[in-house]
């Protein structure tokens, strides 16, 4: 359906949309690039000059590097497989028959709703706060000492509450795929007598591929960056310091914009990896 | 006014020609079908006439006008989809009034218009509900007449029947042709059925590959295909098509008989075969004989109650002046 | 799936089920019981669950403490606005991609996407800089513009998902019955999407209200959203777990209360229109 005219039209209409997003990505992008070869302390002289590859060699050999790479690889995937996980089994169970299907659905999707902040602040205090804690109150219940998630297992701790805001999402969009699943399909399937498991195996899990593929995108995008959760319950503290919180610290706390923009470059390139990797899924999944 | 003239039109999907270079005029008043088999360039025909799709190269002309840039909305032509294309938000009456709303006519005259429309097409009941209530021949009528309160140059439809069902169809056919003898417009009709073409159309442009194969009214159509393929494919049942040993005793390569020039003769005859399958329309009989040496049937038509059955032989002798000649190119041997 | 089901594994599906969703809604919903409990009982052990003297002196004290409205009203001002703005940017550009598709259509929708991959920290000192460059460092409209941006893509992509649903053929309809673009979409694409373009507005509402980079780290008093007023209460005050209670329930409320009455564009809009 497309002429000359609506072409014309349709790169008119794009514009805005491209052009504000091309700004906001290639200002930005810029400026990190050209601090990331400055020696720029604002705090101590600000600019002193060209500083070449000293930032780039200087942000992967500190020992918080590696570190970084590996909290953020484990709060990523850690979340990503339990919302997974337990979305698959969450939304087979909802898309049972039952009475007041329509309430608990709500209730499973509202941590969506709960601002970040919010969430780890209640985590933190009201369920892993090691005396006071509704966590801890349950332990000493059954005669355990209590934990001390945040420092004992920091990044367990964490996973398990960005799981907690995530899970609903991945949940109802399984859902959601779970139920345009073809009835007949799955009573074929009964009648060939295939077992449950089989059934599952079979049919109802490449049916969710799609989904599931869209949830891992989704989910990644927001999980690469997460800081909230991290900025309010440890503040970067017990191996809990992710690439996007090593930079967080370097530009605004230690005021090193030089070195923290290296960083940032180190981010950009970890995250567009991933980008191609997704989106080389996702783009033969948007076909449908 | 509508005239539509089209000079060595061509479209190209990529590299893809789907409609060679074509001349075409549609004269002021003139009910024109195009026919032919799916895949054929029809639609494209009609959505470049349209201005839904631009021609690659080539002229088109609106009353002598060139329209060939003019994006559609300022064609002064009214299409009448397939799907209806109703705005599904809007009532009938807001339907009707659309496209002259979007003309900035003034209210009364708005109002005029539509309870003329809905006069004619029996929607004055129904002015306030929307699409979605509608029964299929409503919503027909309702996409048609959002098509007339415009007073187009002329009447585009893109198979607009085909989503009916066949009762319905039949019934439409005869308003739509009802329509075009009241209104006198150009109407430019795009079908797959053979049957709407020849009983609507004051001239029929049948297309095959983007190509046009004939244009002319349907008797000429019928009377004297160009070619093999417009041969079969206008008139029902289908022209039986022969070639070999029957068709060179006639000096041609293929020759065509129609059922209805085939006479069932008590001994002789130029075929003999046995009866296969009979369909029984009350009017008419219509006999798939089976004749040695052919592997098509040939198709027959008998009068309503001729007491032939599964297995009999017959004789069967085509009307001389009615043998329609092809040579070998597939073109009609005058 | 409607298979005739008996009603005892009917009964084992709700008593599971709810008990999941339950324990899946404890955290919130002991969040605000404790909002109406004293610091004495909130920390009590073993736990009081309903059996105490409900209170809203939290509520006076966190509002006395910190103007909640101001904060509150930044976030309807930044959510509201910043989802807008992107609507109106996002619509044209999504007619675009879903009725006048081109080979790059697919490109440029997968390349708006991955600048939400960008992380936001790598830029977050150009942004700062240029905030102070231009004296819009803890300003609203700035903030607006950002969360914005943020957005845009997740919009552009749901929108898009939604147009694709809609029968080119009417859109074509609009045009022959002598519709300029601009009353083409208008007058039959907007109201045609309206359930899509609620849903979309919706959770990015929600998205836009929850953000907690840029309004962390870009406020300090004048502009700071619900957000900044929640993370106030980080350290020490998060030991008086009723206080905290009583500010997180106050932050979360209105998406709560907003989620309640429109669950079903929420429901639908929460899958991104990926997923029919």
């Keep these: 359906m497309a002429t000359q005219h609506s072409r014309s039209a349709a790169r008119l209409m794009m514009a805005p949309a491209v052009f504000v997003l091309l700004v906001w990505m290639l200002v930005p992008l810029g400026m990190t690039l050209w601090f990331s070869f400055r020696q720029y302390l604002p705090l101590r002289g600000g600019d002193l000059g060209f500083a070449g590859w000293d930032n780039y060699v200087r942000f992967v050999t500190s020992s918080s590097f590696w570190p970084s790479i590996y909290s953020t690889l484990i709060i990523v995937g850690g979340v990503l497989v339990i919302t997974i996980f337990f979305g698959i089994l969450l939304a087979m169970l909802l898309d049972q028959p039952m009475f007041g299907q329509g309430i608990v659905r709500i209730l499973v999707i509202a941590p969506f709703f709960v601002m970040p902040t919010v969430s780890a602040l209640v985590w933190k205090n009201m369920f892993m706060d090691p005396t006071n804690g509704l966590l801890a109150h349950l332990w000493r219940f059954f005669g355990a000492d209590p934990v001390v998630w945040l420092s004992d297992v920091p990044l367990f701790s964490i996973v398990l509450i960005v799981s907690?805001?995530?899970?609903?999402?991945?949940?109802?969009?399984?859902?959601?795929?779970i139920q345009s699943l073809d009835s007949d399909q799955l009573e074929a399937a009964e009648m060939d007598g295939a077992p449950h498991l089989k059934r599952f195996w079979y049919i109802i899990l490449p049916h969710l591929s799609r989904a599931i593929t869209i949830v891992l995108l989704i989910q990644t995008i927001f999980l690469l960056s997460i800081f909230a959760e991290?900025?309010?319950?440890?503040?970067?503290?017990?191996?809990?310091?992710?690439?996007?919180?090593?930079?967080?610290?370097?530009?605004?706390?230690?005021?090193?914009?030089?070195?923290?923009s290296a960083g940032g470059v180190y981010?950009?390139?970890?995250?567009?990896?991933?980008?191609?990797?997704?989106?080389?899924i996702v783009g033969k999944n948007l076909d449908t | 006014m509508g005239r539509i003239t089209l000079e060595k039109v061509q479209k190209k999907f990529g590299e893809t020609e789907v409609i060679p270079p074509l001349d075409l005029t549609i004269e002021d008043g003139e009910f024109v079908v195009f026919v032919g088999p799916s895949g054929c360039g029809k639609s494209t025909l009609l959505r470049l006439i349209a201005g839904l799709e631009d021609v690659s190269s080539g002229e088109i002309r609106i009353d002598g006008q060139p329209a060939t840039d003019l994006p559609p909305a300022k064609r002064g032509l009214a299409m009448v989809f397939q799907s209806y294309a109703l705005y599904p938000h809007m009532t009938v009456r807001k339907n009707i009034a659309f496209p002259m709303k979007m003309a900035g006519m003034d209210q009364a005259e708005q109002d005029r218009r539509i309870k003329k429309a809905a006069d004619a097409l029996n929607l004055t009941d129904y002015l306030d509900r929307r699409p979605g209530q509608l029964s299929g021949g409503q919503r027909q009528r309702v996409a048609i007449g959002r098509a007339i309160v415009r007073e187009p140059a002329a009447f585009l439809f893109d198979e607009p029947l085909s989503n009916l069902d066949a009762a319905l169809r039949v019934g439409m056919r005869l308003e739509i042709s009802e329509l075009h003898s009241r209104l006198e417009t150009t109407m430019i009709y795009v079908t797959h059925d053979q049957v709407e073409a020849m009983t609507m159309a004051d001239k029929i442009v049948v297309l095959r590959a983007g190509n046009i194969e004939q244009?002319?009214?349907?008797?000429?159509?019928?009377?004297?295909?160009?070619?093999?393929?417009?041969?079969?494919?206008i008139g029902s049942p289908k022209m039986n098509l022969m070639s070999g040993p029957a068709a060179q005793a006639h000096g041609a390569h293929t020759i065509g008989i129609r059922p209805e020039h085939l006479d069932v003769?008590?001994?002789?005859?130029?075929?003999?075969?046995k009866v296969g399958v009979s369909e029984h329309l009350g009017s008419d009989t219509f006999f798939h004989v089976h004749v040695d040496a052919m592997e098509e049937p040939m198709t027959v038509r008998a009068g309503g109650e001729v007491g032939l059955r599964h297995g009999d032989m017959i004789h069967l002798e085509p009307q001389a002046d009615k043998i329609h000649r092809f040579d070998e190119k597939g073109l009609r041997i005058a | 799936m409607a298979r005739a089901v008996s009603s005892r594994r009917k009964a084992i599906n709700t008593a599971v089920a709810w008990a999941i969703g339950l324990l899946i809604f404890f955290p919130i919903l002991w969040t605000i019981l404790t909002s109406f409990k004293t610091e004495a009982q909130a920390i009590a052990d073993p736990p009081i669950f309903l059996g105490f003297d409900w209170t809203l002196e939290n509520y006076r004290i966190v509002q006395e403490r910190s103007n909640y409205m101001r904060f509150l009203w930044n976030s309807v001002i930044i959510a509201g606005?910043?989802?807008?703005?992107?609507?109106?940017?996002?619509?044209?550009?999504?007619?675009?991609?879903?009725?006048?598709?081109?080979?790059?259509?697919?490109?440029?929708?997968?390349?708006?996407?991955?600048?939400?991959?960008?992380?936001?920290?790598?830029?977050l000192y150009p942004i700062y800089l240029i905030c102070i460059e231009l004296g819009v460092l803890d300003n609203r409209v700035a903030l607006v513009v950002i969360i914005m941006l943020i957005n845009l893509p997740i919009i552009v992509w749901m929108l898009y998902t939604y147009f694709r649903e809609i029968p080119g053929e009417i859109?074509?309809?609009?045009?022959?019955?002598?519709?300029?673009?601009?009353?083409?979409?208008?007058?039959?694409?907007?109201?045609?999407?309206?359930?899509?373009?609620?849903?979309?507005?919706?959770?990015?509402?929600i998205l836009a209200w929850n953000e907690a980079f840029w309004?962390?780290?870009?406020?300090?008093?004048?502009?700071?959203?619900?957000?900044?007023?929640?993370?106030?209460?980080?350290?020490?005050?998060?030991?008086?777990?009723?206080?905290?209670?009583?500010?997180?329930?106050?932050?979360?409320?209105?998406?709560?209360?907003?989620?309640?009455?429109?669950?079903?564009?929420?429901?639908?809009?929460?899958t991104f229109g990926a997923v029919k």
């Design chain 3, 215 to 270: 309004t962390l780290n870009l406020t300090a008093v004048n502009a700071a959203p619900l957000t900044a007023f929640i993370a106030s209460y980080s350290s020490p005050e998060g030991l008086f777990f009723a206080k905290l209670s009583a500010a997180s329930t106050m932050a979360i409320a209105p998406i709560l209360i907003l989620g309640w009455f429109s669950q079903k564009q929420l429901v639908r809009g929460l």
């Design chain 2, 215 to 233: 244009v002319g009214s349907p008797l000429e159509l019928y009377r004297e295909p160009r070619n093999v393929f417009v041969a079969g494919f």
């Design chain 3, 81 to 123: 606005f910043s989802t807008i703005l992107g609507v109106i940017i996002a619509v044209p550009a999504a007619w675009s991609m879903a009725f006048v598709p081109s080979r790059r259509t697919k490109d440029i929708l997968l390349w708006m996407l991955s600048t939400k991959m960008l992380p936001a920290v790598g830029v």
């Design chain 2, 265 to 273: 003769v008590e001994s002789g005859g130029t075929f003999s075969g």
């Design chain 1, 164 to 177: 907690w805001q995530w899970l609903p999402f991945a949940t109802l969009i399984l859902l959601t795929a």
């Design chain 1, 230 to 260: 991290i900025f309010v319950t440890t503040g970067g503290a017990f191996g809990t310091r992710t690439l996007t919180y090593l930079i967080f610290q370097r530009v605004l706390e230690s005021q090193n914009i030089g070195l923290g």
């Design chain 3, 171 to 205: 859109l074509e309809a609009a045009r022959m019955d002598g519709a300029s673009l601009r009353n083409e979409i208008l007058y039959v694409l907007t109201p045609m999407a309206v359930p899509g373009i609620a849903s979309t507005v919706l959770l990015n509402f």
């Design chain 1, 267 to 280: 981010a950009i390139i970890l995250a567009n990896i991933v980008a191609i990797f997704l989106m080389r």
